[in-house]
């Protein structure tokens, strides 16, 4: 799933001409008290969208961004997993090293190559549209591990299945990430892994056919991203969204939502201008975001207890339904997270007491003999601190437990698992089963690559986290 700062990139996307709406003409198409809700709502919406493009502005426009990973349309492998140092992406996990593809479509599709994977060595490709939606995968579970090509178009393409191309996926926004996730066994097994990176591909149509180039899409200035803490209450949130919009053909589902967004100048190609806003209004739409955030919070507690599961958060539209304060939810607990079918993401956001868990505490986690995670992939637990999210800097630089490490473990007397989460050392006779902890709060995540059906129905369940007395 996480900054960015700014940089004119040319042969990038294009701007559409700026519809603007004056802020005398926001005002009188809308009251305060319906300009709040309407901020709310489109806050909401947008908020996925917004976080997603202060990502990959630095990912793929900022070139002095420490997070710059390569210019559009070319395929970036990072020959690790992900450490304490990575901090653009929210819960990122540290199991699989990642290979990235910042997607422009506008011109024509990619076309993404995969070489044959061994059988028994994970792998995916994530396709996120600018909606933050999961559009469909490439990878073990979809399409399986004898490789092959695949086509990714935007939604101005209309042509048909070219000849040497498995499957044409469609997106319904011109931009696209494109996530990769290939397994790692142990570091040993690095070289592995990179060999397998350096024969992933990723070409324009025409490159792939042998044929000239279409003419490329126009330039543009990709404006410069909120940072985090601007992003929960700058009301240029709404010019930031304005400006992905206008690579998102309106789904028909949003024709009156777009209508009604439109009342406080927020919609494609249009100019939020809060600085000319009165008092009164600029004021209704900072308490818009803050009710946003409320209902956020409302959500959270719900996952926090197990009463919305991570699962119910990621996916395509017509998985969410158009539940905006899910997807949400999703950008917000672990932006770019998988669907459910491909992996799940049981969490520890609470201790088996109920109570928020903190490094001064120590606990346990025991799985019975028999009722370790059911996956057709693998499975890990993950710390990560609190509130960024992010992984946890530790002596033995160990970020997760997993069930490539299951030979090292320390099995206890009845053939179950117990494993130690804690600040510190636990001993060196349980030091194997140790998952260290930060001093403050934290939270672990599970992932559950590839699930099985008992996963995935409910039938199996996570264990509690029981604090040690």
Not at 10 to 37: D, F, K, M, N, Y
Not at 149 to 156: C, K, N
Not at 386 to 401: D, E, F, G, T
């Amino acid at each position: 799933m996480t900054t960015m700062t700014r940089r004119r990139f040319v042969g990038g996307i294009a701007l559409l001409p700026a519809l603007h709406i004056t802020p005398a003409r926001a005002q009188a198409s809308a009251s305060p008290e319906e300009a709040r809700a309407i901020a709310k709502d489109a806050y909401i919406y947008g908020f996925p969208m917004v976080d997603s493009y202060r990502i990959q502005y630095g990912y793929f426009v900022d070139t002095k961004n420490p997070e710059y990973k390569g210019p559009w349309n070319q395929i970036v492998n990072i020959p690790r997993v992900y450490t304490p140092a990575d901090t653009a992406i929210q819960t990122p996990n540290s199991d699989t090293p990642y290979s990235f593809v910042g997607m422009d479509l506008r011109a024509e599709p990619l076309v993404l190559t995969v070489p044959p994977i061994e059988k028994d060595r994970y792998f995916s490709i994530q396709l996120i549209d600018a909606y933050t939606f999961n559009f469909d995968y490439v990878g073990s579970r979809t399409t399986g591990n004898d490789g092959g090509s695949f086509l990714v178009a935007g939604p101005g393409w209309k042509g048909e299945t070219p000849k040497g191309v498995k499957k044409v996926i469609r997106s319904e926004t011109e931009l696209v990430l494109a996530g990769y996730r290939t397994q790692l066994f142990n570091p040993d097994d690095l070289d592995n892994v990179k060999k397998i990176q350096s024969d992933y591909k990723a070409q324009p149509l025409s490159a792939f056919l042998g044929q000239p180039a279409p003419p490329a899409a126009p330039t543009v200035d990709f404006i410069k991203p909120l940072t985090p803490a601007e992003e929960v209450t700058s009301p240029e949130f709404f010019n930031i969204l304005n400006f992905i919009l206008q690579f998102c053909p309106t789904d028909p589902s949003e024709t009156e939502l777009m209508a009604r967004f439109a009342k406080i100048g927020v919609g494609a190609g249009k100019t939020f201008d809060a600085g000319s806003l009165s008092t009164e209004m600029k004021n209704a739409v900072k308490q818009g975001m803050a009710d946003a955030w409320a209902d956020l919070e409302n959500l959270r507690k719900q996952v926090d207890a197990g009463k919305v599961t991570s699962g119910e958060l990621f996916g395509t539209r017509e998985y969410l339904k158009n539940n905006y304060l899910y997807r949400m939810a999703a950008a917000k607990l672990g932006i770019y997270g998988n669907s459910k079918q491909e992996a799940m993401y049981p969490v520890y956001a609470l201790d088996a007491d109920g109570e928020k868990p903190d490094g001064t505490n120590r606990y346990t986690v025991h799985f019975a003999p028999g009722q370790l995670p059911p996956v057709n992939a693998f499975w890990s637990l993950t710390m990560y601190d609190l509130p960024a999210s992010l992984l946890v800097a530790n002596p033995i630089n160990r970020y997760l437990l997993n069930s490539p490490m299951l030979p090292q473990f320390i099995k206890d007397s009845d053939g179950g698992l117990t494993f130690y989460i804690q600040n510190e050392s636990p001993g060196p006779g349980k030091e194997p089963n140790w998952l260290p902890a930060p001093k403050g709060r934290f939270f672990i995540a599970m992932r559950l690559y590839w699930p099985k059906p008992e996963a995935l129905d409910g039938t199996w369940k996570q264990p509690p986290m029981n604090k040690v007395v």
